[in-house]
């Protein structure tokens, strides 16, 4: 079974400084991992793809294999940073469901 | 370029009372899904649809149904709601023709009194 654990589920943090969303993962396989975000009265949306290697508003995660992380990191936390975080897995190729984990809700303190 | 739309926006049951919300996509993606959102749970995949004529529980399907009308609509419906299901209820929709992503409606709030 997959499985998404995150274990914080509220990170303050000041403004400026660095910023790490934990995200930990089970899964026998090949999976893709995801970053969602949920800001204040809006709808979910994609922050970024461990296979697209990109960094999206100052954020980047790698995928580390070996201990089965996608944490998620920018080095200098914005007020607009603020909202909520889902870590979200898939199996690679095909028509797979997607697992979310519990979210983590990131607050800058301005 | 609508993506997922889900109606209601907002509705208020009465226990015992049934109910469909409705969700419809315009991306042409062959998966959909239901979740629910509640504080400290996160989202929890009700049910799930990988392609038209298809759809499987995910983690907490009891007390609902679903229908997958065709490859654009999927429903979700409640037979005789309970206060344990007030809750934010998002459709979503994917394919691996878009990377896998999943492109969530702006969600639905539901209060069982």
């Known amino acids: 079974a997959q499985r998404v654990t995150q274990p914080e589920k509220l990170l303050s943090v000041f403004k400026g400084a660095p910023v790490e969303l934990k995200c930990n993962y089970s899964?026998?396989?090949?999976?893709?991992l995801f970053w969602y975000v949920q800001y204040s009265r809006q709808r979910l949306q994609l922050l970024l793809r461990?296979?697209s290697r990109e960094s999206i508003k100052g954020f980047t995660a790698d995928l580390n294999k070996g201990e089965t992380s996608f944490h998620l990191k920018k080095p200098f936390a914005q007020e607009e940073d603020s909202a909520m975080y889902y870590c979200?897995?898939?199996?690679?190729?095909?028509?797979?469901?997607?697992?979310f984990g519990t979210g983590t809700k990131l607050q800058v303190i301005p | 370029n609508a993506g997922v739309t889900q109606t209601p926006k907002f509705q208020v049951l009465k226990t015992g009372q049934s109910m469909t919300l409705q969700c419809a996509q315009d991306?042409?993606?062959?998966?959909m899904y239901w979740y629910r959102q509640d504080p400290g749970m996160g989202l929890r995949l009700i049910y799930y649809?990988?392609?038209?004529?298809?759809?499987d529980k995910g983690e907490v399907p009891n007390g609902y149904n679903v229908s997958r009308l065709n490859k654009r609509e999927f429903s979700l419906r409640l037979e005789s709601a309970a206060p344990s299901q007030t809750s934010v209820y998002f459709c979503?929709?994917?394919?691996?023709?878009?990377?896998?992503?999943?492109?969530f409606g702006e969600g639905s709030w539901l209060t069982v009194v």
């Open positions: 979503a929709s994917s394919d691996p023709v878009s990377g896998n992503t999943i492109y």
């Open positions: 899964y026998s396989g090949s999976p893709e």
């Open positions: 461990h296979i």
């Open positions: 979200a897995l898939t199996k690679s190729g095909g028509y797979q469901k997607v697992t």
């Open positions: 991306m042409n993606h062959n998966s």
């Open positions: 649809s990988a392609s038209e004529g298809t759809t």
